[in-house]
Structure formats: C-alpha cells, structure tokens
C-alpha cells in the first residue's frame, strides 16, 4: 500500500526511536517493515529482505506464539542483541510492531534502553494511540501519524486475501467506518 510521503519518512541517523501511530485499518507488522526497510539497506535485496522481516539486522519484538503480551525477556533479549554491530546494515532496527503489548515490566525495561541506546540501534515503534504507552516512552519518540489506508487499497487487500468483489468493497467500507480490518482478513 502506498502511503504519502509524510508517513514514510525515514528515522534520520541521529535520532533512536520513533513511535509511528498507525490505524487499526493498517497491517502494522507488514507497515512496520516497510518502514524500517530503507534504514536497513542500501541495495534492493536488502529492501526485500527487510519487508519480508529476514533482514539480519531487523529485531522484531512481537508476542510469542499464543501469546498476547511481549515480555520484558523478549526485550532483555533485543538489548543484548542491540549490542552486536550490525552485520549488513549500518545500524541494527528493532521494530515493536504492537507496543501497546508489552506488558509493564517490558515497557520499562525499552524505556531504559530508549534513554541510552546503544549507537547502532534504532527503533521503529508502531502503535495506535500514544495514550497506550507509557508517557516516558513517548516523550523519547519522535512521533509521525500514519493516514488511514484508502478504500482501494483496502479492497485490494481483501480480494488479495480471497474475498469476492462485492465483499470486498463492502468490507472495505465497514473497516474504514469500523477500522479493524486484521479480524476481517484473519479469519
């Protein structure tokens, strides 16, 4: 999906976090590697790599299988990675593709390392509310809102998925007035 050019800025060289918030209508693991793709390569397969989340340098933070929540574990395990130098990249990305899923403990666990990252480590952070992070998380992000996705594109995905023409601009429809379109497309 193609989005303006406000939503896909790239983190600049000096900055280490930025909280991108996205609408329940957007696939934020797939937004979110698209977003960290460009900070991690310089040639087209790196690109490629990055979207398809098997760059090595792209530390994805997301839940356990048949789990909700990301443990402060998962993020004790991206700081000790965050200390590696990148192996392709210039720099290692963490993408937190649902931050309002870490549970408290982990929350403050990122918050500690959001205040001293380490040089080489960015992060990409994906959230739909900053009223669902930690205040202290979100003072240290700079913030980019991400517009909703458009009808077509919406209706694109849907028939991609499997969905006949009618109901998929039907359901297009109801996601953009209901925007919970990951429910839609999962089941």
């Given at each position: 999906m193609n989005r303006p050019s406000s939503a896909s800025s790239t983190i600049p060289a000096t900055a280490s976090a930025t909280l991108y918030l996205v609408p329940r209508t957007i696939d934020r693991l797939?937004?979110?590697r698209r977003l960290a793709a460009p900070l991690l390569s310089g040639v087209d397969q790196d690109t490629a790599a990055?979207?398809?989340g098997a760059h090595?340098?792209?530390l994805e933070l997301v839940a356990p299988e048949k789990k909700e929540r990301i443990g402060i574990n998962q993020v004790r395990e991206v700081i000790r990675?965050?200390?590696f130098s990148p192996v392709q990249a210039k720099r290692k990305i963490c993408l937190?593709?649902?931050a309002e899923s870490l549970t408290p403990e982990a929350a403050n666990a990122l918050l500690r390392i959001l205040e001293e990252p380490p040089r080489d480590l960015a992060f990409v952070i994906l959230a739909e509310h900053p009223g669902d992070l930690l205040p202290t998380i979100v003072?240290?992000?700079r913030m980019i809102r991400v517009?909703?996705?458009d009808r077509a594109a919406l209706q694109r995905r849907l028939t991609n998925v499997g969905y006949g023409s009618d109901d998929a601009s039907w359901l297009a429809q109801a996601t953009l007035r209901d925007g919970d379109l990951e429910r839609i497309v999962q089941t």
């Open positions: 797939d937004e979110g990055a979207r398809r090595p340098d792209l990675l965050g200390q937190i593709p649902r003072s240290r992000c517009p909703p996705s």
